[in-house]
């Protein structure tokens, strides 16, 4: 066994998915008349969500996807958000609605995910979608977990039979991803804050999923030699010189002396979300025909 981890690399993976996705997206277009549209709505001023939607936005111009994006000042009111998605579901131009998380505290988010119709969900968070993914019928996954999923594929990991421990809870990827890796046949466990002993848990993985938001949570001495482990914790952190860059939740050097496969952050599942999202938006587009 190599002393180093293959890192996993979302970044090469995304953009090849999304250079076929641009030639999907040419063919549709000829045969229906009209590109697959993306609504993302964003309400308030917070720098990291405003970066991550001119990134969405910028990702849907590249493949050919219409943005319908709308950015609401920080006192918008749940009812006219409501009355947006109302307007938005009826539009036969917008394939996929996102409101981009988090929203100001006013705001109740679960409401308005539930507003969105199930077949525009693109982010896959509708209590419906989560349903058919529990039920394993087709249907909008989970962006995140569904790029995990097939950044694991592309490598080609053996998911059967095979030890997985989910660290971390979320609704939008511990839970998830742990559906999916069942349907993959894996043995899952999900371990969270509460969890005793998470180092034993954790060194018993064949696959570990990181996704806390913790820095340096996953250390050297949790991890099984030879195990496949994804990061999905995305966490920015300044150094002295007041410099800021992006950590995940495994102490990535100490960790790549002794897993065989490994995430980068950045560079690892972030690439894939964004891309997952354009899948998504042409997957439910293509659903009307």
Same mark, same amino acid.
């Given at each position: 066994?190599?002393?180093?981890?293959?890192?996993?690399?979302?970044?090469?993976?995304?953009?090849?998915?999304?250079?076929?996705?641009?030639?999907? #997206?040419?063919?549709? =277009?000829?045969?229906?008349?009209?590109?697959?549209?993306?609504?993302?709505?964003?309400?308030?001023?917070?720098?990291?969500?405003?970066?991550?939607?001119?990134?969405?936005?910028?990702?849907?111009?590249?493949?050919?996807?219409?943005?319908?994006?709308?950015?609401?000042?920080?006192?918008?009111?749940?009812?006219?958000?409501?009355?947006?998605?109302?307007?938005?579901?009826?539009?036969?131009?917008?394939?996929?609605?996102?409101? =981009?998380?988090? !929203?100001?505290?006013?705001?109740?988010?679960?409401?308005?995910?539930?507003?969105?119709?199930?077949?525009?969900?693109?982010?896959?968070?509708?209590?419906?979608?989560?349903?058919?993914?529990?039920?394993?019928?087709?249907?909008?996954?989970?962006?995140?977990?569904?790029?995990?999923?097939?950044?694991?594929?592309?490598?080609?990991?053996?998911?059967?039979?095979? =030890?997985? #421990?989910?660290?971390?809870?979320?609704? !939008?990827?511990?839970?998830?991803?742990?559906?999916?890796?069942?349907?993959?046949?894996?043995?899952?466990?999900?371990?969270?804050?509460?969890?005793?002993?998470?180092?034993?848990?954790?060194?018993?993985?064949?696959?570990?999923?990181?996704?806390?938001?913790?820095?340096?949570?996953?250390?050297?001495?949790?991890?099984?030699?030879?195990?496949?482990?994804?990061?999905?914790?995305?966490?920015?952190?300044?150094?002295?010189?007041?410099?800021?860059?992006?950590?995940?939740?495994?102490?990535?050097?100490?960790?790549?002396?002794?897993?065989?496969?490994?995430?980068?952050?950045?560079?690892?599942?972030?690439?894939?979300?964004?891309?997952?999202?354009?899948?998504?938006?042409?997957?439910?587009?293509?659903?009307?025909?």
């Amino acid at each position: 066994m190599s002393s180093v981890a293959q890192l996993l690399d979302g970044k090469a993976l995304a953009l090849r998915m999304q250079a076929e996705l641009t030639e999907q #997206v040419k063919t549709l =277009q000829a045969k229906h008349g009209r590109a697959p549209g993306l609504a993302v709505l964003m309400v308030g001023d917070n720098p990291a969500s405003a970066a991550y939607v001119r990134n969405k936005e910028r990702a849907c111009e590249a493949v050919g996807i219409v943005s319908f994006g709308t950015h609401f000042p920080t006192d918008t009111t749940q009812a006219e958000l409501e009355q947006v998605i109302q307007t938005l579901n009826r539009d036969d131009r917008v394939d996929g609605i996102l409101v =981009q998380l988090p !929203l100001p505290d006013h705001l109740d988010s679960v409401a308005l995910l539930n507003q969105i119709h199930p077949d525009k969900d693109a982010d896959g968070l509708h209590p419906m979608n989560l349903g058919r993914l529990v039920r394993g019928e087709p249907g909008l996954r989970s962006c995140t977990p569904a790029g995990v999923m097939r950044l694991l594929e592309e490598y080609n990991i053996d998911l059967q039979g095979k =030890q997985a #421990v989910v660290v971390g809870r979320s609704i !939008l990827v511990g839970k998830p991803i742990a559906m999916m890796l069942l349907e993959a046949d894996a043995t899952v466990t999900i371990a969270h804050s509460r969890s005793h002993d998470l180092a034993a848990l954790c060194r018993s993985a064949d696959i570990l999923i990181a996704a806390v938001g913790r820095q340096n949570l996953i250390t050297a001495n949790m991890v099984k030699p030879g195990a496949v482990v994804v990061d999905v914790g995305i966490n920015r952190i300044t150094d002295e010189a007041g410099k800021s860059r992006l950590v995940g939740d495994v102490d990535f050097s100490a960790v790549q002396a002794i897993a065989r496969y490994l995430t980068p952050v950045p560079g690892g599942v972030g690439a894939m979300t964004v891309t997952m999202l354009l899948h998504n938006t042409v997957w439910s587009y293509s659903q009307k025909f």
